[in-house]
């Protein structure tokens, strides 16, 4: 029998998901094109930028709300989605209400990064239905719409979030979890239960002088450690990632749909 150490979780290739999943996007755009003269455009809007807040011009609540509207009265917008967290002299309540409603669909409704996350588990062929699933993370982007999905597909839901006490234990608990914390490799191997699903939604910068960039991209979870436990595990980059985006893509596509069918 092959001793612990031996053992290797099977990764789960978001890239590759995501990339089939867009073909079929391409698809269902093109017979739009074909039928009404329109692709599905969607809108981001950044605000600053987080690595170097110094140098971004410095946008007010009123432009950005201006900007808002201007993006809801164009005709070939389907979908805006405004990347969060803003400056902090920004209200983002305020303003995420000012997007008219079948817009902001790509983003909320139904959640992109939630159902990422679903969509990595189903094409993995790993079942949610009864499984004791564990999000850590309570935001109203990640850890709130996705412990809803996994509620809604049958699991056992249990949210952790930074004031939960012995985040170990109960992590310990999971066959699935969705680390959406932000917070770079706090799972360790050790938390995870043999076998579990493991989906690492945080991305956070980490310092490395070996990289180009001199950083890059870890996850919530530490990989090398939860590669000996886990059953299955998304890598970072690869694997939430480009799954998000391309739900975005989806969700638009569907917002386009409805628009151009009325
Ligand atoms: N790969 C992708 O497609 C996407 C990645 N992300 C990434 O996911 C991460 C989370 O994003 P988002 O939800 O917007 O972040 P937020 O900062 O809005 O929320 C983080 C959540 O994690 C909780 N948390 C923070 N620290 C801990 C801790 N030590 N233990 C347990 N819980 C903790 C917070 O708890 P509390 O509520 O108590 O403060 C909060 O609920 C980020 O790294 C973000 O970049 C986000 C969207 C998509
Ligand atoms: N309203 C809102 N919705 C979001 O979904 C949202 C947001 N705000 N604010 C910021 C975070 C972060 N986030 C990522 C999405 C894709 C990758 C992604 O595709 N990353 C590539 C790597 C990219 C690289 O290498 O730099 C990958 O994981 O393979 C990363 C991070 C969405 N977020």
Known sequence: MASPSDHKATIIDGKAIAQTVRSEIADEARQLLEKYGKVPGVAVVIVGDRKDSQNYKRISEAELV????????????????????LPKHINEEKV????????IEPLFVPCPQGNGCWKLLSRSGISIKGKNAVVVGRSNIVGLPVSLLLLKADATVTIV????????STIHGADIIIAAAGQAMMIKG?????????IDVGTSDVDDPSE???YRLVGDVDFEEAC???GWITPVPDGVGPMTVTMVLMNNLDGAKRLLMQ
């Open 96 to 103: 995420l209400s000012e997007i008219s409603l079948e817009r």
């Open 190 to 198: 050790s938390w995870i239960k043999p076998g579990a699903a493991v």
């Open 212 to 214: 180009k960039s001199g």
């Open 66 to 85: 201006s900007k808002l509207h201007e993006l809801n009265a164009n005709p070939d917008i389907h979908g805006i989605a405004v990347q969060l967290p």
């Open 161 to 168: 979030h930074s004031r939960s006490g012995d985040q170990e």
């Open 228 to 230: 000996k436990v886990a």
